[in-house]
């Protein structure tokens, strides 16, 4: 059934966006594919640096710096970049001058700072006396750059090693990372790896440093993966081709042994948490006592169903306790580190989908639970922030639908919930200090982007700041559909979008190409502009395809039984749904079946090459690009959490192997692949082209040289080309 | 101008092979391509195992061996498999019974022995008494395996180390590579190899190993190569995706170092040849004196281009002197060993280009020129022996023609030549002890092979052996024509092969492809069966296309200048000789100008990739198979030869790097390779590929994954019908 947002028109067809086709231009991949010459040109704008100074919002630009009253929408100027460069020169050491205040940051909510990263200091720079007022050295190729919360230090790496640095001094500088002392004696190849996200990013790790609330304790990850087999990468740019070795645990293979150390910055002194056995564990989410002498990981076994809550002392690393667990027969994935009340440092708030759906639950930190604080069949996307004078807690959430972001406020202790801003579309919020206003950026299918500045006690817009216009206006853009099929359980409702092919004539037999992911963590369309349509999806529309997507069960923002449905048997229950995809497409008039296509990459690489094998006679043409085409080969975190190890789901490793399946193929089905992807390693590819040589199948190959697992630039507009040409080809 | 071959008919089409087309099957690829199912029976048989006993004919079979009188041509069984296995039951260890006895080998040719090669044994055996009367004893892995000439021992390789035994007992074997006596400490890599072909096979080079005339001495090659750069090729069949470095010394790099040693069998001490300086040079066409005291190399320097004949003291590796030398403004390439003449060993025959043909010189051992004993626009192809009552050496040559391989004898006293056999087709040749008879096998246009035995003295055929049919008979096969143009210089003769589709129309349009090689060292048609016609060929135009070969300019069998007019250019003169098949095309009523392929493998993929990124209005579709893309991707010895090194001919380098020819590509271009290709690297074809993204154009590009530099087994089968699919999709 498609989606209901008019009800005067006829329920077939409800949510169409109509260009009228006269006089229209048309798109080319310069306009469509990011890295085109006119993609930016074509895509929607946005304010760049809006942000909140404490209760006050900001508005960089290039030569000014605008302050926004939120009550009144009252704006002035902060100061000028003039101003900045001015205060730079009173530095004692030379800095560089600013050419755009677009990266300016506010440290301090109270006081007139702004931070400014150069490439040897971070400066500390008071705009209003325009005096410098602090400087931290950074050394020459420092990344992962974190300030301490007091602005006091910084900690960074460079390669694999740990520093932190107080003073405008960078010979002052302290290493974290003692065996990195010697460079002569130095880990090699990645085997020893500090301050960086480990658990290749999976569990919500977005990196390795975490600072104190006050900046008095410094935690960090230490990675241990001298046992980890390299996967051997080639580099062909060299004057003779080189080895790049790159770490990769595959699925049911030695894994990597992470710590926790916590840094004093007072003694001076290290500990690490004492974790204990076994040390094949994930630890994730640190997370910081507001009073800095305690520290929270979330320790995940390696098979991934048994979660702990665990409380350190972090002036000796010693493991106190155990606050919480989460147990599940399929998996359980935190992704969320700990939010301790603002107005009550005893209570936090925990994330778990313990009853289904991400909810958001208030603990004390003994572990008692206080109440369950959101429920429905529907999930928390993300905390925003606090309003602690109401005691609310602001989130996003898809209660209105899987498709969309609204914001709410939230009681914590009523538990009562008010929406915050419009019921449309998707809505990406940041709350101001006192949690009474919100800079909302959302769009709808039919608002490219609305930035307004919206009250949260009651949804009043007080200012707008901006409102991008319709960057495909003058082209013939194809419609847009969207609705709901049911999914191969027959009961589950499914999201889709159709898009028809421009200057539409439902008198023609038109060629379809579904475009699919499938994936968890992942979602294809939703109520933002024109249902976020793909400019490859308009580019074909434009030549004459109809395209389909539709978010099979797997896929996110519905909730853990309609993600873990396809536990121990990945493709299996998503293929069903995408063939209901198929069922949709063959019912509509216009469509040819007998000229289907199929597209996607990784997971939707794995997707498609799946069905392509699975229903030969349904796929003529395919194109699969960065597939997974066996899960033993790819990295133990996300393929164990969704297929367990190959040794104990033999059954399941080899259903989903589709080398197994090579001898299927009829049509013609492309793979196409970075030759240097470190995600889906080219061995999958590799081993599928083999096996189907082997069965004296004949698929087509593409590889992008020195690209990762996804074709970025110039690149990227090449692949398309190149996927337009095969469909072209073969599908025309 | 086409080549006439009978005076009746009209000139232009004189060497056409006609089959009626009523009734009769088509080809698949398994008829025609090697590894497919029904290749075998298609293919022209041959006697296996045929060879002479001193001056008797040998004819291997199964279940017994025949031997024949080459006079009268009586055969007789000479002894049967039961003989044989009866006589292995004699030996006092055990050995493995013979299924057949095609592979007996008569290593005496005054004695009843045959030599077995067993797993664990090479195994003496008198077939009149039918006793074991010698076992000289293998260790496991045992290769590169090399009899004494007095068969009291054998050398042979484990790895890259070398042993010697001379007895049945494995234990007493002698290790002549003392780094590889300490398994912990020996050798990694293939850092150092002894008794294998070094300097890449090229200059001859088949083996490592070199026995002298009664087995006292042994000499062998040593290379140490750890100062040469790996090529980190790739194996996908492991668990994890594990390297697997090669030694790849690619032009203008650093190369390996090659010493000969001697080992003396009496007593058990090795020296080295005292080579000297430079060490960086290639150790050619080891050659022993007869009487064993002295050893001759035939030394080049790395720019090829001037070779040194250098005597050695074989007892005590003395550079004793310099015997003849030779240099050329491109390059030398010395390809064969001395041959001293039996009646003679003060003399031997020195074989060289110096003239423009490679021509037979009798020398001295002291290096004094006796005579040119052959002379020439022609070549001698090879020395096939002696017959020592008469003085004479057989050789056989392209003096009939540069398509043709005939014998003659030459008298080395007067260099009277007189031919032996008949004038037709290919001939390969086996000498008889005495010289006065020869195992003829040949082929010509008309004649899939016959094998005679022909006296030398007047070339009467006094038995045939063995008479193939025509394995395409019953088939549909196309008409082969052959004939001459002009090359790209406007004089050169240049030799064509033109197949028509079957059921051919003149008044139709045919598309047309070239199957090109062009390289040095090699020729695509001769006058063999159907001119050498390759199966592909054969099957496109069972498909419809006209099938056009050109053995251009730098190619095989036509003397010196002829081959090196591409010096330090490669590509540049070629591609004009093939430009003017494209005019012979052209000049076709029956060609459809406009639906142009091209398609070639290795050198001929180079040549493939040139022409369509050179010529990109001319041909529409090609496929480049295992290119050299940039000759500084290329090997040392080869690619220096021709091209010089990429610092000495920068100029040259670049005109023949394909990557900058990137941007023309217009029609459809495949590259297709193996994936570990040792030959042509696949860092070649990769960064062509790149090259081309970058400029926006697109190939098409197919990998076999685990495969060389040529397709082997049923790959071979698939690889056809996937270059045979891409011309059918977009030249048809």
């Known amino acids: 059934m498609k989606k209901r947002i008019n009800l005067t028109l006829a329920f ?10 006269q006089n229209l231009k048309s798109f080319t991949l310069e306009d469509l594919i990011p890295g085109g010459s006119n993609y930016y040109n074509c895509s929607i704008k946005n304010l760049y640096g809006v942000q909140w100074w404490g209760n006050q919002c900001i508005l960089p630009d290039v030569e000014e710096v605008k302050v926004i009253n939120p009550k009144n929408g009252k704006e002035s100027v902060l100061f000028t970049l003039e101003d900045i460069n001015k205060g730079l020169e009173t530095s004692t050491v030379k800095l560089r001058k600013m050419r755009a205040l677009y990266d300016v940051r506010f440290p301090e909510s109270e006081r007139p700072i702004v931070m400014l990263m150069q490439p040897e200091y971070i400066v500390f720079l008071n705009f209003e006396t325009k005096q410098v007022e602090r400087l931290i050295a950074l050394n020459k190729g420092a990344a992962n750059v974190e300030v301490s919360p007091n602005h006091q230090a910084a900690a960074y790496t460079i390669g694999d090693a740990l520093y932190v640095s107080r003073n405008e001094n960078a010979s002052q500088t302290t290493l974290l990372s003692p065996e990195f002392a010697n460079p002569e004696t130095a880990p090699k190849d990645h085997d020893l790896v500090y301050g960086q996200a480990v658990h290749r990013n999976e569990f919500g790790i977005m990196g390795g440093i975490f600072w104190s609330p006050k900046g008095n304790r410094l935690a960090y990850y230490r990675m241990d993966q001298s046992m980890v087999t390299d996967y051997p990468q080639v580099n062909i740019d060299t004057r003779i081709a080189t080895l790049e070795p790159d770490k990769y645990p595959m699925a049911g293979m030695t894994s990597h042994k992470v710590t926790v150390c916590v840094y004093d910055m007072n003694s001076g002194k290290t500990v690490t948490l004492q974790a204990g056995d076994p040390t094949d564990r994930y630890f994730t989410n640190v997370s910081w006592a507001p009073d800095e002498e305690k520290i929270y990981v979330i320790e995940l076994n390696r098979d991934q169903n048994h979660a702990q809550l ?3 002392n972090a002036a000796d ?17 935190p992704q969320h580190p700990l939010t301790f009340l603002p107005w009550d440092s005893s209570k936090f708030i925990y994330q778990s989908q313990r009853d289904g759906f991400n909810h958001l639950y208030v603990y004390k930190t003994d572990g008692t639970l206080v109440k369950q604080i959101t429920t429905g069949n529907w999930l928390v996307q993300s905390i925003v922030g606090f309003n602690e004078k109401k005691k609310e807690v602001i989130i996003t959430s898809t209660e209105i639908s899987p498709m969309q972001s609204n914001t709410y406020a939230v009681n914590v202790n009523t538990g009562k919930k008010r929406p915050v801003g419009n019921s449309e579309g998707v809505h990406s919020v940041q709350l101001s200090a006192d949690g009474n206003y919100l800079i909302d950026n959302y769009s709808t299918p039919e608002i490219p982007r609305n930035i307004d500045i919206v009250a949260t006690s009651n949804s009043k817009v007080t200012k707008n700041l901006f409102t991008a ?9 194809p419609e847009i559909e969207t609705g709901t099929i049911k999914a191969g359980d027959g009961k589950t409702d499914l999201y889709y979008r159709l898009i028809k092919p421009v200057n539409f004539d439902p008198n023609k037999k038109y060629p379809a190409i579904i475009y699919v992911y499938g994936g968890p963590h992942a979602q294809m369309l939703s109520n933002n502009f024109r249902y976020a349509a793909r400019g490859w999806d308009i580019y074909m529309a434009q030549l004459g395809y109809v395209m389909l997507t539709v978010d099979n069960r797997g896929s996110e923002n519905r909730g853990l039984e309609f993600e873990n449905c396809t536990f121990r048997q990945l493709g299996t229950e998503e293929m069903k749904d995408q063939m209901e995809g198929v069922k949709l497409l063959k019912s509509l008039p216009y469509v040819d079946a007998n000229r289907l296509g199929v597209h996607g990459w990784s997971f939707g690489g794995f997707m498609t090459t799946n069905l392509m094998l699975t229903h030969p006679d349904v796929f003529k043409v395919a194109v699969a690009g960065g597939p997974v085409i066996d899960w033993k080969y790819y990295e133990v975190m996300y393929g164990e959490r969704y297929m367990d190890t190959p040794e104990s789901n033999s059954e399941g490793y080899k259903n989903a192997d589709l080398k197994q399946k090579a001898g299927n193929l009829k049509g013609r089905l492309e793979l196409i692949i970075g030759g240097n992807d470190p995600t889906c390693v080219p061995q999958h590819t590799l081993s599928f082209i083999r096996a189907c040589i082997d069965k004296g199948t004949h698929p087509d190959l593409f590889i992008y040289p020195g690209q990762g697992h996804n074709m970025v630039g110039r690149d990227r507009v090449h692949l398309h080309e190149h996927i337009t040409r095969y469909f072209e080809d073969f599908l025309k």
Chains 1, 2 share one sequence.
């Open 12 to 21: 077939i067809c409800l949510s169409v966006i109509m260009t009228m086709a």
């Open 310 to 312: 665990v409380r350190y």
């Open 317 to 333: 690393g010693a493991r106190e306790a155990v606050i919480y667990e989460e147990t599940h027969p399929k998996y359980v994935e």
């Open 469 to 477: 216009e319709d960057p495909w206006k003058g082209f013939n853009v």
